[in-house]
């Protein structure tokens, strides 16, 4: 895969990335790039560069109950986590998942699920980041994900 350089990537190369690189399974939780934000605001002070991602609700989503799975949810953030990364190295850069750890603070039904991924630390072997998974329909939190990963040789 050609990578893009630092002026073309840009939300819709995002939404191409997510498209054409993540395996079909992935692409089947109908998940799609809100935004993108690797540009630093006049005053940075605690700003992380990062991606908002939305899943759209769907029944084959959720467990017994209506309840969106875990499973799902944790793909949605370490996907997501993957295109933060990106943005913030303002191109495409292989890489794997080292750890992720999720903690769950509510069930969500009946709503689209949008993680907000923020790149805590871009390094040239190792990323780490945090995602905060919200459910649409109220903007309150559902769980909050800490990821590693490993920078791979392009």
Same mark, same amino acid.
């Given at each position: 895969?050609?990578?893009?350089?630092? !002026?073309?990537?840009?939300?819709?190369?995002?939404?191409?990335?997510?498209?054409?690189?993540?395996?079909?399974?992935?692409?089947?939780?109908?998940? =799609?790039?809100?935004?993108?934000?690797?540009?630093?605001?006049?005053?940075?002070?605690?700003?992380?560069?990062?991606?908002?991602?939305?899943?759209?609700?769907?029944?084959?989503?959720?467990? =017994?109950?209506?309840?969106?799975?875990?499973?799902?949810?944790? !793909?949605?953030?370490?996907?997501?986590?993957?295109?933060?990364?990106? !943005?913030?190295?303002?191109?495409?850069?292989?890489?794997?998942?080292?750890?992720?750890?999720?903690?769950? &603070?509510?069930?969500?039904? =009946?709503?689209?699920?949008?993680?907000?991924?923020?790149?805590?630390?871009?390094?040239?072997? &190792?990323?780490?980041?945090?995602?905060?998974?919200? =459910?649409?329909?109220?903007?309150?939190?559902?769980?909050?994900?800490?990821? !590693?990963?490993?920078?791979?040789?392009?």
């Amino acid at each position: 895969m050609a990578s893009p350089s630092a !002026a073309q990537f840009d939300i819709e190369e995002a939404r191409r990335v997510l498209g054409d690189v993540f395996a079909p399974w992935v692409r089947d939780l109908g998940l =799609s790039v809100e935004s993108i934000d690797h540009e630093p605001p006049p005053e940075p002070a605690d700003w992380q560069p990062g991606a908002v991602l939305r899943m759209a609700f769907s029944e084959r989503l959720c467990r =017994s109950g209506g309840v969106v799975c875990g499973q799902a949810l944790m !793909a949605l953030a370490d996907t997501s986590m993957v295109i933060a990364i990106l !943005a913030a190295n303002r191109g495409y850069r292989p890489m794997t998942t080292v750890d992720q750890t999720t903690h769950f &603070m509510r069930a969500v039904s =009946s709503s689209d699920v949008l993680a907000d991924a923020r790149v805590v630390r871009l390094g040239r072997t &190792m990323s780490f980041g945090r995602v905060t998974l919200l =459910s649409a329909t109220d903007n309150k939190p559902v769980a909050m994900v800490s990821s !590693a990963f490993a920078m791979l040789p392009g």
